[in-house]
């Protein structure tokens, strides 16, 4: 079992920055990837930036040079650092994490809206 519980979001002006944290509280199995997705209005889902355990980072080109994501595995935390935002990125971000068995968990979604 693994909860994931997002926060930072909220209303940023374009040119700003801010920064999502997601904890994951996990039982019995060990969390290989985390990331963050984010959904827009009338849009699907899209991978914003995903880690590994071991660092390994992956970004969409949306984001690539104003996304910054991080993972702290002791506290089972991941962060999302994003600058530069622009009105586009305004969507809910979710929080992702699959562990090595496969399982997949997603968190409640934390708004972010980018306007000014």
């Known amino acids: 079992q693994v909860q994931l519980v997002e926060s930072g979001g909220g209303l940023v002006q374009p040119g700003g920055s801010l920064r999502l944290s997601c904890v994951a509280s996990v039982r019995r199995f060990s969390i290989n990837v985390m990331g963050w997705y984010r959904q827009a209005p009338g849009k699907q889902r899209e991978l914003v930036a995903d880690?590994?355990?071991?660092?390994?980072?992956n970004y969409a080109d949306s984001v690539k040079g104003r996304g910054t994501i991080s993972r702290d595995n002791a506290k089972n935390t991941v962060y999302l650092e994003m600058n530069t935002l622009k009105p586009e990125d305004t969507a809910v971000y979710y929080c992702?994490?699959?562990?090595?068995?496969?399982?997949?968990?997603w968190g409640q979604g934390t708004q972010v809206t980018v306007s000014s």
């Open positions: 880690i590994t355990r071991a660092g390994n980072t």
């Open positions: 992702n994490a699959i562990t090595y068995s496969g399982g997949r968990y």
